[in-house]
């Protein structure tokens, strides 16, 4: 009995520490308890503004004048003002020579691209002040063997509202692969000599100039006329060219060096000289010699050279063989 109650009384005892501990632990709330006053329940109530500053949130909501300023505002697209492109009027010309030259450049001088034959149809898109056609794509021909077809008359004509388009034959699209056809590459090497007068001899003028080097024809500007007679007429240049060395002997006869007539037009024999054209240069006379010879000659179905030595030098019965022999020499030359 007296153990038990001495264990009752060590309980009791160790309780009491352990109350007595715990209120030493928390005896700073309890000071802070005891200096504050009571809150009531009506402070309780009150919200109470927080330790810290909120940081204000902006909504993304504009201002009625802010959206009628955007409304009023004039799209990017409506600001820029589209400018008109006008693009230049294409007129179609046909090819009256019988042989022309499409140049990189609006001058004689420049580098031939390609050739075009007689009747192949071109579209110029301008023209120059010097007399020379624009291309569509590329090049420039000379507008003296140009012609314009009237074309646009024939759409005037037609009515109105009325969709104006062209017929396509079976004639107009072999006529069209023909012209294709007749379309040379000016890169390609220079034809060899033909019997035929009229014919195309693929010559340019840096061939012609080398052709007439270490001759009294050199640096007279000869090689524009006789491409000139070549592409008007279908006088081929080698014939041409062979005519002229032996008719003025390379340029050095009396007549040549005088009057500048390098063909011997009009030296009758008796009197020669006095009989014989003048002209101011001797590219003029190179113009005449193509300008006669395709009226007089292969204008009356005179087209080979021994048809047209026959007529043009019925004396020397040789004159065919020696012009085609200057022909062969000058092309080995290139």
């Known amino acids: 009995m007296r153990i038990k109650l001495i264990q009752q009384v060590f309980l009791y005892l160790l309780l009491l520490s352990l109350i007595i501990t715990l209120g030493m632990r928390y005896q700073p709330l309890n000071n802070n308890s005891a200096a504050n006053p009571p809150v009531s329940t009506a402070e309780l109530n009150t919200p109470v503004a927080p330790a810290y500053t909120p940081i204000p949130i902006i909504a993304d909501v504009q201002s009625p004048a802010t959206i009628q300023s955007i409304e009023q505002k004039p799209e990017l697209e409506e600001a820029v003002t589209e400018v008109p492109v006008t693009e230049e009027p294409i007129h179609t010309y046909k090819v009256t020579a019988y042989y022309l030259n499409v140049r990189t450049q609006p001058s004689a001088e420049s580098k031939i691209i390609k050739v075009v034959k007689q009747g192949t149809a071109l579209e110029i898109v301008a023209s120059t002040d010097n007399g020379w056609l624009e291309l569509k794509g590329e090049g420039y021909v000379h507008g003296r063997y140009a012609k314009l077809i009237k ?51 693929g010559l340019t003028e840096a061939h012609i100039a080398k052709i007439l080097e270490g001759t009294a024809l050199a640096g007279h500007k000869l090689e524009e006329a006789i491409l000139e007679i070549e592409e008007e007429y279908g006088i081929n240049a080698y014939f041409t060219i062979a005519v002229m060395k032996l008719e003025s002997g390379n340029g050095k006869s009396w007549i040549a060096r005088k009057k500048n007539n390098l063909f011997g037009l009009n030296a009758i024999d008796g009197d020669k000289y006095n009989k014989a054209f003048s002209f101011k240069t001797k590219g003029d006379s190179v113009r005449k010699f193509g300008q006669l010879l395709s009226k007089n000659y292969v204008g009356k179905g005179l087209k080979t050279i021994e048809k047209v030595a026959k007529k043009y030098c019925p004396a020397n019965s040789k004159w065919s063989s020696l012009v085609k022999n200057i022909m062969k020499r000058d092309y080995r030359k290139l």
């Open 151 to 201: 074309e646009e008359a024939e759409i005037a004509s037609a009515p109105k509202n009325v969709d104006v388009e062209p017929k396509v034959t079976i004639q107009s699209f072999k006529n069209a692969v023909t012209q294709q056809a007749d379309i040379k590459d000016a890169d390609a090497e220079p034809s060899q000599p033909t019997n035929i007068v009229q014919s195309d001899s």
